[in-house]
């Protein structure tokens, strides 16, 4: 079992920038890879980040290429997102998420309980 916690989201004004983290607590040697969703009110949840913990390749959806950047300290268990640029549409609950499997890494086997992000215009 693994569990998941979210920290440092908050509110900042568009253009701004923040940083998420997400600690991996249990058995995190065996993920296969970890990842960013987010999910806005009256929207479908979001695919938004994911790398794979032992090669470190990332993905990110094209709403965020070139303004996110999420990486792994695989000594601390610990998964980050730097948000740089933001825009009131990146305003949502962001969600840690880590797979044991690469046919899991857009589902999540593991879920954190999120953590807000507002981004005022």
């Known amino acids: 079992q693994v569990q998941l916690v979210e920290s440092g989201g908050g509110s900042v004004q568009a253009g701004g920038s923040l940083r998420l983290s997400c600690a991996a607590f249990?058995?995190?040697?065996?993920?296969?890879?970890m990842g960013w969703f987010r999910q806005a009110p009256g929207k479908e949840r979001e695919a938004v980040a994911r790398?794979?913990?032992?090669?470190?390749?990332?993905v990110y959806a094209d709403s965020v290429k070139g303004r996110f950047t999420v990486s792994r300290d695989n000594a601390k268990s610990t998964l980050y997102l730097q948000m740089n640029s933001l825009k009131p549409e990146d305003t949502a609950m962001y969600y840690c998420?880590?797979?044991?499997?690469?046919?899991?890494?857009?589902?999540?086997?593991?879920w954190g309980p999120g953590t807000q992000v507002t981004v005022s215009s």
């Open positions: 998420a880590a797979s044991l499997s690469a046919t899991d890494c857009l589902s999540g086997t593991y």
């Open positions: 249990g058995y995190s040697d065996s993920l296969y890879c």
């Open positions: 790398i794979s913990i032992s090669g470190g390749g990332t």
